[in-house]
């Protein structure tokens, strides 16, 4: 069974950066298209960024240009760069693997 496991999360001032780390165990990790999503209070959840399984990307309009999704095959790992950060990317970030396995997320507050 999937298990996945987010790091890398805290506060940070706007304009600062953080990278957040995805590792995934009990999976064919090449395999699965991973995605990180983000919810905070009052919203709805949004999908952040995309990564498939041949590499190809995709990113949520509000965070181009400024967060990088990677992936490491060999080390089963998903990153997620990000830059420039706002307070509205203030939330609980999540990643996933294919359509049904999700790790616990980790908290971004972005603040001054």
């Known amino acids: 069974q999937g298990h996945l496991e987010e790091s890398g999360g805290g506060s940070v001032q706007p304009g600062g950066s953080l990278t957040l780390s995805c590792a995934v165990s009990?999976?064919?990790?090449?395999?699965?298209?991973m995605r990180w999503h983000r919810q905070s209070p009052g919203r709805q959840r949004q999908e952040v960024a995309l990564?498939?399984?041949?590499?190809?990307?995709s990113y949520l309009y509000d965070v181009k240009g400024r967060f990088t999704i990677s992936r490491d095959n060999d080390k089963n790992t998903v990153s997620l760069q990000m830059n420039s950060l706002k307070v509205e990317d203030t939330a609980v970030y999540y990643c996933?693997?294919?359509?049904?396995?999700w790790g616990q997320g980790t908290q971004v507050t972005v603040s001054s």
């Open positions: 009990g999976l064919q990790f090449r395999l699965y298209d």
């Open positions: 996933q693997a294919g359509a049904t396995f």
């Open positions: 990564i498939r399984h041949d590499g190809r990307t």
